[in-house]
């Protein structure tokens, strides 16, 4: 079968086949409902292991060989550790070493840590990228050099492709801050901790062999046990895993932009306004300095009017930890820990809970608790007139971020954009954005320094502003207006090459991300 | 080899900015590197831009470098100018349309409670400027600038006041101290200017020089708009006179004080508490009240505490000071909200035009409360407080219809 190139229902033109498997065009939002049956891993049996539950090996390199590593396999790694994992380029150093070829990573998220793996991508150890491609590696991605097509999920869309079998993880390796020798592991204790293992929770249940990698190898029995031994084939216990520092940052502060801590004020004035902010509602703001300052405004408002959040979806940070401790919000349903304050809040507090993508984002669920959250904050590289957004790549053209949940948290009540209407003096609304990630059909607030736009189709919203005095515009003013200041800029030029391919989270192909001409 | 020209920034920290390195040539007409983060976007329109600058001044052949971090049209040329004028005399000026919002004038009893400082030689400064709503915006080329930048800062401040959308802000410029800042005025003062701050003022001559380079530009290039000064007493001497120094001319709209350099005259320590500087302060606001302009505060440096901001507003105000300097944009919100009348002075200014209100119905010549009659300037002074409760959100614009006479 040859790759042919059609039309998606969001407009945009995408190939049949990827990496020479089929692809499945974007079909609309909620469209695309595939029936049968989920993937299911292998039959294990338990007499095949050691009977003391000692499943310790002594390298990560023997590990991987029991593991049977080979040519063409998918080998999965997790970002939990952020900017400071050490063990996703040591697993393709040894793989490098012992000669194997053409595999497929399939990271939860990748860092600029992980710019090594360029070496892996050159010397054929690795054949493409499932996951996200930031910074360097998102670079080397656009100028055409990885040998195979990148593909980009969601959080939700990797645990909904690892389910129906469109990816099969042959060999997982899980960093884990504590573990014990039968695998049972978790984030909260040991020097590299990072909160939660969430990411890994699907490669655990599915992949085909298991490792759990530490640096703080405990006695049996490690609780919590955030993955269960009883899905782990191999423990290895390592020098080091992770760089704390790179890890959880104690120092995630708000903002000192007086122009971001603008847009920050103005997202929750609007909030209030539009009676958002009510008795049990809930929200999602993520790590940025202008999302924490949007907590902290959250705060202030609900301590004005004696207003309790029922929960709060994380990325934790000390200011999520703070509200939770002085009762703003009954509970934390934590993704992801972004300090100290959040590891320590989630090791001692129960109402601190830990999710993973199962919980959270799970298009294969039977509900989707996405839907269930009021106002969610989120980020943009660009929105075009159609309130179509774009958040992997920039305006000319390279490819620098990764989905990460951002796609999930679009099913919520309330999407708002808080973003500068310009970075340096690239505007970032756009006609039409350079790559499509999220349908304007989902997102519904628009917030920048020079005004708001609410996306038309949100009727209630603007019936209920429209005596407000906060400066709500039309898109196409806010669009003129930036362009006035910085100019238009020229569209980013292409090569045919496709590079990479941005997956729904149904798993259908919403677009596609071209090599850039030089 | 030619005459080299540099102009503009660069480094880890600068942002929206250029750097620009020129040198003219005998030969090989023009040559342009240009590095930028932008170039795929907008490295055409930047080329075009520079050529179009250097055959304004006639220059055929040089070889530029622009080193751009995301420059905006104004900069860059503002840049390049810098530059030409350093390998060539010329008095030539490039200039970009002025905006609509930028042509227009603002009045003599405006509210100016808070004036945001702008280094003049800092462009990412400039763009979000008016986004933060503060009364006044004052482009600075004296104390923020360095003494080698200044001829730079000069261009850049001209072209800001012609491209720069502050968003409604009084557009002022803070020049140098006299005579050098007479230089300064031909750069701002054909450029629709509201209001000219003047450092270190000390005399009433002074003024008087400004005023007449003022006229003469404005008559020389048929302009027609007013000028406003505020002079800033920054002296033991300026306090002395200050006086005749708000009285010194029709166009002084409000007299400042600057408590940095003030305190160092005096040869003390600035503190929290201001009572060294209480006296000059009384003598300004005195001043000031007495030529009937508005007395302006120095500015509050610590930009991180805004609870004590908070107070030394609320003291300025209790002085008789209406407006404060601002060093940074957060402080803006806190001083509009300080300075803003409280309950008991709305209460009352509300009983005064309430009874001007009556008093025109009824066709009176008199306003009169009770017994007691209300001098105009009572009444005037009343309605900008009843402005000052709206704007702030405090009063309703349509407080009249529940207000009991």
Redesign the interface.
Known sequence: MKSKMIKNAIGRIIPTEINRKPAIPFQGVGKYKPTGRKFAPKISTCTNYPLDGNKQVPSLKEALIKAGIKDGMTISTHHHFRNGDLIAVEVFKIASDLGIKNLMWFPSASFPCHEPIIEYLKDGTIHHIEGSMNGPLGRFTSLGNMKGMGVLRSHGGRYQAVQDGEVQIDIAVIAAPTADPFGNANGVEGPSACGLLGFALADSQYADKVIVVTDNLIEFPCIPWQIHGNYVDYVVKMEQIGIPEKIVSGTTEITKS??R??IAELTAKFCEEAGLIKNGFSFQAGAGGTALSIGVFFSEIMRRKGIKARFARGGSNKYLVEMLDEGLVDYILDGQTFDLEGVRSMRENPNHVYTSPFTSYNYHGKGNFAGIVDIVILGATEVDLNFNVNVVTH???YLLHGIGGWQNCLFSKNVILPIPLF????PVIKDEVTTICGPGELIDIIVT??GIAINPLRKDLIDKMKDSKLPIKPIQQLKDEAE????K??P??FEDKIIAAIKWVDGTVIDVVRQVKE | MGKIGTAGNKGKSI??DCFITLEITNSGGIKIDLQS??K??????IVKLCKDNLKFFKIKNAKITIED?????FVIVARIEAAIKQCIDTDKEYLLDVISQNKDHTGKDQNRRSRLYLPGDTPKLF??AG??RPDGIILDLEDSVAPLKKDEAKILVRNALRSV?FYGAERMVRINQIPKGLDDLEYVVPHFVNLVLVPKCESAEQIQKINEKIEKILKEKKLNYPVYLMPIIESALGVIKAYEIASAAENIVALAIGLEDYTADLGTQRTIEGEESFFARCQVVNAARAAGIQPIDSVFSDVSDMEALKNVVLESKSLGFEGMGCI???QIKVIHESFAPNDREIDKAKKIVNAFYIATEKGLGVVSLGSKMIDPPVVKRAQKTIEQAIETGKLSKDWRYDHEI
């Open positions: 007086p122009d801590l603008l305006s000319d053209g970075r340096d003096r690239i320094e020079r006035r200041i910085c100019g800029p020229k980013a030029e | 942002r929206s983060k932008v795929s976007l907008f490295g055409d329109s971090t995301g420059a905006l049209d763009m979000n986004i933060h959308n940074h944009p957060r």
